[in-house]
């Protein structure tokens, strides 16, 4: 399996604290992992970092290679910014409609209104939204927020999703349902990197294991989840 990203000599330090400092740091195409770690430990600020909302120590020069094709990490270049999408925790929702919050990224990038009406559409079906497309997002549950956030940033056509605790807060009926969406991400190509302590969702089938502990990330079997 080939790699999708390979990151070297990225270090974040706060105060005299090293959360992390890592090299040969890399990510499969078509992968699935789970970061875990204990609170604290980092596991969103790494994430942020890989998806340009936050810069590593400027003082070593984290270099990263995309598809094989190597980059520095800042300034951010354009080619992960258009490979790389970041997920929050509790997504930020504008106020306008569930179509509209899935379409910002494409508007954004200036595609013509009869593509981005397509890709929506799509992308909402993939998610189970569809019967919600018109709906102002504050009456959305948490586990509608959620699918919302995933297909706003599958709609991008990402090569990597970094989704910080998917199913946090989230009842039983809507941590299944964002689970089950995991496997078809992979499936279309994409690598997706969770942040979690959810069990359920570290236990998936196909899903590797990261742990990043004491400044140092360590890919473990599955049967140690």
């Keep these: 399996m080939s790699a999708l990203l390979t990151i070297d000599h990225l270090r974040k330090t706060h105060g005299a604290r ?33 998806a340009g909302l936050e810069r590593a120590d400027p003082d070593v020069r984290a270099t990263v290679t995309l598809r094989g094709k190597a980059m520095p990490l800042h300034p951010y270049p354009r080619a992960l910014r258009e490979q790389v999408v970041y997920v929050h925790q509790d997504p930020v929702m504008f106020s306008t409609s569930v179509a509209h919050n899935v379409a910002y990224g494409l508007h954004a990038r200036g ?19 569809t019967h919600l497309q018109g709906t102002d997002p504050a009456r959305l549950s948490g586990g509608e927020k959620q699918r919302v956030a995933l297909a706003r940033a599958r ?17 039983g009926a809507a941590r299944e349902q964002v689970i089950a969406l995991i496997p078809t991400l ?11 302590h959810d069990r359920d969702l570290i236990g998936t089938p196909g899903v590797r294991r990261m742990k990043l502990r004491e400044g140092r990330l360590e890919l473990r079997q599955q049967e140690e989840a």
């Design 18 to 50: 090293t959360l992390f400092d890592l090299h040969g740091f890399s990510l499969d195409e078509a992968a699935a992992y789970v970061l875990t770690g204990v609170n604290g430990a980092g596991k969103s600020t790494l994430m942020r970092i890989i």
């Design 111 to 129: 595609l013509p209104r009869a593509q981005v009406d397509a890709l929506v559409a799509a992308a909402m079906e993939w998610a189970g939204i």
């Design 155 to 171: 709609v991008l056509s990402p090569g990597l999703l970094l989704l910080d605790e998917p199913t946090a807060n989230l009842d």
């Design 186 to 196: 992979v499936a279309e190509g994409r690598t997706v990197v969770m942040a979690c």
